[in-house]
C-alpha cells in the first residue's frame, strides 16, 4: 500500500538541531475520555452484521480525505456503514470484523511527541490538523479493540474470505481484488443498507435532536427576513448553515433555498438569486447531529408573509396531498402506499384546474401518468445516517416492501410549475411548492417527528409574523 500507512510525507529538509529540539519538553500524556452513548449500539449491530456472514472477514473503511484545491482538503465526513458500526468519525480508519466476529478498529492514532509527524505532517500532525486519540483512548471511546492502521496491510494479505465495502476507500479496494464477479461485495452493502431500515430508539433520538436543530434553523432565517429580503437566498442559505454549523456537524445536504422560479428546479442549490416580494421562498434543508442523522424538511413561505389566493389556493392542494400520504404511513402497509395516496389528491387538484389532458383517473394509470409533468420526483424516502438511507437495500425490501415500526420516512409532495409552461395560467408559471415532514413508524400508525413546524397557510402567516416581530 501506499505511504498512507507508514504516514511519512515529509517536504523541506530542517536541521538537526531542530529535529532534535522538537522532540523535547512536551506533556504527551492520554487525555481523559468518555466512551461514546453509541458504542453498545454499535456492539449489537456488529453482532448482527457478523450473523449475516459468520467465518468471514468484513472490511468496513471509514474513507480517505478528498483534495479541494491544490493542497487543501474538503472537511472529512466518514462512511455512513463505518460509523454506523463504530461511531469513528476519524478519516483513514478501517473496521474489520475478524471470522470469530471480534471487531478491531484500525486508524491513525495521533504521533507521539517524539515522532516527528506530530509537527511535520500537514494532514495528520497534531500541531497542524488537530488531536487525534490515540489508540488507549480510542479503545476507550469505541469500545473495541484498536490497532495502527500501519497494521492492516499484514491481516489483509491473509487471503480468508474477504468482503470488502467497496467505493470508500480507493487503496483498499485495490489491495484486496474482488474474488469473484463482486456478487459478494454487493451482498455485503445490501445488508450495511437493509440493516438501517427499521431504526431503534437510540436513532429515533438522534433524529428528533437533528429535528428540532433544524425547526431553529428555520426560525432563525424567518427572524432574519429583512436582511434576507436584502441580500437574497445566499443569506438565508449562511443563516441555516450557522445554525447547524453550532447546533451539530453540518448541514445534511446542500441546502435548496429557491425563490420563485428557482423553485421549479427540484435540486436548486446555487442559492444565489434574490428574494422577490410577492413570490414564494421553497425552503429544504436538514441539520445533521453530531451523531450524523440527519433531518430533511421543505416549507414554502411567502416573502412577503402572506399568500396570494392564487397561492394559497395551490398551497392548500399540495397541503392535502401531504395530508393523504402521511395518514397512509402506516405499519404492514406497502411502501408504496404514502405516494400514491399523495399523487392521487394531486391529480385531482390538476384535473379542477383544467390542466390534465385526461381525467385524473387516467392519468393516474401507469400507463398514462399525465400528471407528473408538475411533479416528477417520488412521495418521498427513507432518512437516517443519510438523507436518501438505505439506498443499497434490496427493491423487494425498500421499494416494494412493508413499512415497519422504527422506519423513517420524509413525505414530501410537490407541485412545480415552469416558468414557460404554457398550460398554465400566467399567474401561476414560475411557481413550486412542496411541504416535506419527517415521519416515524409507530406500532399503530405514524407519528410526524417535524410537526413542530408549522404546515398549513394560516399558521405559516402567523409564525412568520410573530418571528420577524
Not at 483498499?172 to 427499521?198: C, K, M, W
Request: glycine share 8%; aromatic share 8%; charged share 30%.
Amino acid at each position: 500500500m501506499s505511504d498512507r500507512f507508514a504516514a511519512k510525507s515529509y517536504e523541506r529538509p530542517v536541521p538537526d538541531a531542530l529535529l532534535a529540539f522538537m522532540k523535547e519538553g512536551w506533556d504527551d500524556a492520554d487525555d481523559e475520555v468518555r466512551r461514546l452513548d453509541v458504542a453498545e449500539v454499535a456492539a449489537v449491530r456488529r453482532t448482527a452484521l457478523h450473523q449475516r456472514f459468520p467465518g468471514e472477514r468484513l472490511v468496513i473503511p471509514a474513507g480517505l480525505l478528498k483534495t479541494r484545491a491544490n493542497d487543501t482538503d474538503y472537511r472529512f465526513r466518514v462512511d455512513t456503514a463505518h460509523v454506523y458500526l463504530s461511531g469513528n468519525q476519524s478519516s483513514d480508519a478501517v473496521l474489520v470484523v475478524e471470522p470469530d466476529g471480534e471487531a478491531v478498529l484500525y486508524f491513525r492514532p495521533r504521533a507521539a511527541k517524539t515522532d516527528d509527524e506530530f509537527w511535520r505532517s500537514g494532514r495528520y500532525g497534531e500541531i497542524w490538523a488537530g488531536r487525534r486519540f490515540s489508540l488507549t483512548e480510542a479503545t476507550e471511546l469505541y469500545g473495541m479493540r484498536t490497532r495502527h492502521i500501519s497494521e492492516l496491510p499484514g491481516v489483509l494479505r491473509d487471503r480468508t474470505l474477504t468482503r470488502v465495502r467497496r467505493g470508500v476507500d480507493s487503496e483498499i479496494d485495490a489491495f484486496v481484488p474482488a474474488t469473484d464477479d463482486g456478487t459478494a461485495d454487493r451482498e455485503l452493502a445490501t445488508f450495511l443498507s437493509e440493516q438501517r431500515l427499521v431504526k431503534d430508539g437510540w436513532e429515533v433520538a438522534q433524529l428528533e435532536d437533528a429535528i428540532a436543530s433544524t425547526r431553529r434553523g428555520f426560525e432563525d432565517c424567518v427572524r432574519e427576513w429583512d436582511q434576507a429580503r436584502q441580500h437574497g437566498e445566499r443569506w438565508v442559505d449562511g443563516t441555516f448553515w450557522r445554525r447547524a454549523r453550532v447546533d451539530g456537524n453540518d448541514i445534511g445536504y446542500e441546502n435548496i433555498v429557491a425563490c420563485g422560479p428557482h423553485a421549479t428546479t427540484l435540486h436548486w442549490i446555487d442559492n444565489a438569486g434574490p428574494l422577490t416580494p410577492g413570490a414564494l421562498l421553497l425552503l429544504d434543508m436538514g441539520v445533521e447531529n453530531r451523531s450524523l442523522y440527519t433531518a430533511d424538511i421543505t416549507r414554502t413561505l411567502p416573502v412577503s408573509g402572506t399568500f396570494s389566493t392564487a397561492q394559497r389556493d395551490l398551497y392548500d392542494l399540495v397541503l392535502a396531498a401531504q395530508d393523504a400520504g402521511i395518514a397512509a404511513v402506516q405499519p404492514g402497509v406497502p411502501y408504496g402506499d404514502f405516494h400514491q395516496a399523495a399523487m392521487t389528491v394531486l391529480a385531482h387538484g390538476l384535473e379542477d384546474l383544467g390542466l390534465l389532458p385526461v381525467s385524473a383517473e387516467e392519468a393516474l394509470d401507469k400507463d398514462n401518468l399525465a400528471y407528473k409533468r408538475w411533479t416528477l420526483h417520488g412521495t418521498g424516502h427513507m432518512l437516517g445516517l443519510d438523507v436518501h438511507d438505505c439506498a443499497n437495500a434490496r427493491t423487494e425490501a425498500y421499494l416494494e416492501g412493508k413499512l415497519e415500526p422504527g422506519m423513517v420516512l420524509t413525505v414530501e409532495p410537490g407541485l412545480y410549475f415552469q416558468s414557460w409552461d404554457l398550460l398554465v395560467p400566467d399567474e401561476l408559471r414560475g411557481t413550486g411548492i412542496r411541504i416535506e415532514d419527517d415521519i416515524l413508524v409507530t406500532a399503530d400508525g405514524c407519528r410526524n417527528l417535524s410537526a413542530d413546524l408549522p404546515r398549513s397557510p394560516e399558521d405559516v402567516e402567523t409564525w412568520m409574523g410573530e418571528l420577524q416581530a
